[in-house]
Each structure stands twice: as C-alpha cells, then as structure tokens.
C-alpha cells in the first residue's frame, strides 16, 4: 500500500484533483482493511498505534500540492553549514577544551 501511495505521489502533478480523489479514497479503503487485522506480534501492535495516532487523513495527495515528496530543500539548505564545519574541523572553540571540569 506504501509503495502504490509513493508512486501516486511522484505522478501527482500530472494528475487531475478527481483522479486524486478516487485514488485515495481507495487507499484509505486499504488502510481500513489493513488497521482491521489483528497483529501477530508486538511490532504489528506498535504499527498500528503508531497509524492510529496519525491525522484522519494521513495520505494528503489532494490538499497539498505544493509540498515536495523528498527532504532535499531541507538538506540543501543545511549544506552551507555542514561544508563550513567539515572546512573548519567542527564548531569548536579554543576555551571549550579547558573549561571542562577534570
């Protein structure tokens, strides 16, 4: 079910709002079904509690089109940073050293 939801979201420009609709409706039937089973172990318990406390509608295709399926602008923008601390050997500073109690 994951897998077909992230597929869905890499065409979701191309879609139309309808088609959408129809495609999360069905995966929300999924997500029924599947939250019906009862687990077998506790990792399926803690799945499903994990699922539970989740927004009503988890699978946002629809509502926001403007959001990215990726990280990378987050990543993008801390890379600055993590260049100049690997050019600088880290955030350290010369008094660090010896105002840590012996």
């Not at 495609?23 to 687990?39: F, G």
């Not at 699922?51 to 089109?65: F, M």
């Not at 993590?82 to 600088?88: E, N, S």
Request: proline letters at 6%; charged letters at 30%; aromatic letters at 4%.
């Amino acid at each position: 079910m994951l897998k077909r939801a992230c597929a869905i979201g890499r065409r979701r420009d191309a879609l139309t709002d309808g088609t959408l609709k129809i495609y999360e409706a069905d995966l929300n039937r999924r997500l029924d079904r599947l939250m019906s089973l009862i687990p077998a172990d506790q990792a399926g318990v803690k799945l499903q509690t994990i699922i539970k406390k989740g927004p009503p509608s988890s699978l946002r295709l629809r509502d926001e089109r403007d959001l990215t399926a990726t990280n990378n602008g987050s990543e993008r923008a801390l890379r600055p940073c993590a260049v100049y601390r690997k050019i600088t050997n880290g955030f350290r500073s010369e008094w660090a050293p010896r105002s840590t109690p012996t």
